[in-house]
């Protein structure tokens, strides 16, 4: 079993529509982050939660440590969107451990 | 200023030999650490160093070693290469509080 879980694996939206994106963790954590990824390779960090929610532009992320989850959200969602995102988690002991990212299609 | 910079982009190497993976980080970020992505799979982490000590180490095989240096750059090697390390390496450097992790493009390593 992964120590991290995120579900759906592929998810295919029409351009406007709202994503979620959710991550399950079973390590104790200190950090958790999500990331895009491009095709191609390129990663790009887009939160780093600690608890709580925070907000940038059309992107929300949320998290309960109680729960051990979190969730990603993309309001009015558009073709650009279209990557994979990554859930990660540092572990108390300095270990990142990384979900199978969410391969997100958005279609115009 | 750049951001992290990884070497080589792409190599090829055959089984049983060694290689070498580069990464130099963000200036002023003084941890990094290692990930191996096969294709289709999510990131494994691999190593973290700080202050040019590991501090983290995933679940991978002796014949992996890394090491930082007094600028904080880092040196991924693999010994004795097998096919299954075939993979995107990648790099990541943050500032000490982790607040943001910063990718490199990392190295496509093919053994044949």
């Known amino acids: 079993k992964n120590e991290v879980e995120q579900s759906p694996q592929n998810l295919t939206a029409q351009e406007g529509e709202f994503i979620t994106i959710n991550c399950s963790y079973s390590?104790?954590?200190?950090?958790l982050h999500w990331l895009q990824q491009h095709p191609g390779g390129g990663i790009v960090s887009l939160f780093m939660l600690s608890s709580g929610k925070k907000k940038h532009g059309r992107l929300i992320a949320t998290i309960n440590i109680q729960e051990k989850h979190s969730s990603l959200h993309i309001t009015a969602s558009h073709p650009r969107d279209s990557a994979v995102y990554i859930c990660?988690?540092?572990?108390?002991?300095?270990?990142?451990?990384f979900g199978t990212g969410t391969s997100l299609t958005v279609i115009p | 200023d750049a951001g992290v910079t990884q070497s080589p982009t792409h190599l090829i190497k055959t089984r049983g030999q060694h290689v070498t993976l580069r990464c130099s980080p963000i200036s002023g970020h003084k941890s990094v650490s290692w990930y191996q992505q096969v294709l289709g799979q999510g990131p494994q982490f691999i190593f973290q160093y700080y202050e040019k000590e590991e501090r983290g180490r995933g679940n991978f095989p002796d014949r992996f070693s890394a090491r930082q240096f007094p600028n904080y750059s880092s040196e991924l090697n693999v010994n004795a290469l097998l096919l299954g390390d075939s993979a995107l390496y990648l790099c990541a450097s943050s500032s000490a509080r982790a607040n943001v992790l910063t990718f490199g493009a990392g190295s496509r390593l093919t053994v044949l």
């Open positions: 390590v104790g954590i200190s950090a």
């Open positions: 990660a988690v540092r572990s108390a002991g300095n270990q990142f451990y």
